[in-house]
């Protein structure tokens, strides 16, 4: 087997005392696309954040690439993209304008070619030339999209890629990033409230609880684990319930 594309062992993360991440550790192969679940407060972000190099660990270590965050982010970072519906680009420009600035700091070759490519292919061509900030929360999050695919990254991280989209929409890019993985083997790491993305998307799931794994393997597999016939049932199930460290299906 080859080296995993990211690799985390024992990652703990405290802010001014309070735990955010108690005790992560995965692994996530070429090609795969890994959900990671969990409530509010699970850890999600902060693992995300982590994988970035954003924040600093109080304790274990983070590979990407079989390199280390911290002594090597830059490296790490041009092969890898990341996409947020809460992050905003700058709104006062227009959308071309933000794409061709982020495809000159990627490098990317024959950007105006590329833009265009992303533009057609996210059916926001007509906004080529809207200012950012007058785009609705959709909208914003397909030129984010765009945005993050820019550079043709090997790692994906998306950070609930398909909140503020409607449901037509949101199954179109569903099937978009699932397309993308197939013909261009991109390693995905995503975190998401709508079960129905991480059912149809990820090949496998990590769920959190107090920043901890509780839960592993596919979808199919971690609802058999806490006998739930679908994983929102799992999610409601471990927001609401008292000991979830054990499945149903192991405590029964």
């Known amino acids: 087997m080859t080296e995993p594309v990211v690799q985390v062992e ?3 993360k405290e802010f001014n005392g309070t ?8 692994t996530v192969q070429r090609g795969e696309i890994v959900g990671l679940l969990g409530a509010n407060g699970a850890g999600k972000t902060t693992a995300i954040q982590t994988l970035l190099g954003l924040i600093k660990p109080t304790g274990g270590k983070v590979a990407v690439f079989g390199m280390d965050i911290e002594r090597h982010r830059v490296a790490i970072l041009q092969r890898a993209n990341f996409c947020s519906a809460y992050t905003g ?15 000159l700091i990627y490098g990317v070759k024959d950007h105006r070619r590329k833009i265009a490519e992303l533009l057609a292919l996210l ?21 984010n ?31 978009l990033l699932r397309r993308i993985q197939r013909e261009r083997n991109i390693t995905m790491v995503y975190t998401s409230h709508n079960m129905r993305d991480v059912q149809e998307v990820c090949d496998r799931v990590l769920f959190m609880h107090k920043g901890r794994i509780i839960a592993q393997g596919t979808p199919q597999q971690v609802m058999d684990q806490f ?3 679908s994983l929102e049932d799992v999610f409601i199930s471990v927001a609401r319930g008292g000991d979830v460290l054990t499945p149903k299906s192991e405590a029964s």
């Not at 735990?19 to 995965?26: G, T």
């Not at 926001?124 to 999050?141: D, M, N, V």
């Not at 090997?154 to 949101?170: H, I, K, Q, V």
């Open 227 to 229: 006998n739930q016939t």
């Open 19 to 26: 735990v955010a991440v108690a005790d992560l550790s995965f």
């Open 89 to 103: 680009l700058p709104t006062n420009l227009k959308v071309w304008e933000n794409l061709l600035i982020f495809s």
């Open 145 to 175: 999209i765009c945005k993050s695919l820019l550079n043709d990254p090997e790692l994906l991280l998306l950070d609930e890629p398909t909140a503020s989209l409607d449901p037509d929409m949101a199954d179109k890019v569903r099937k």
């Open 123 to 143: 059916e926001i061509s007509h906004l080529r030339k809207a200012i950012t900030g007058h785009l609705s929360s959709g909208e914003s999050t397909r030129v």
């Open 10 to 12: 024992h990652l703990r």
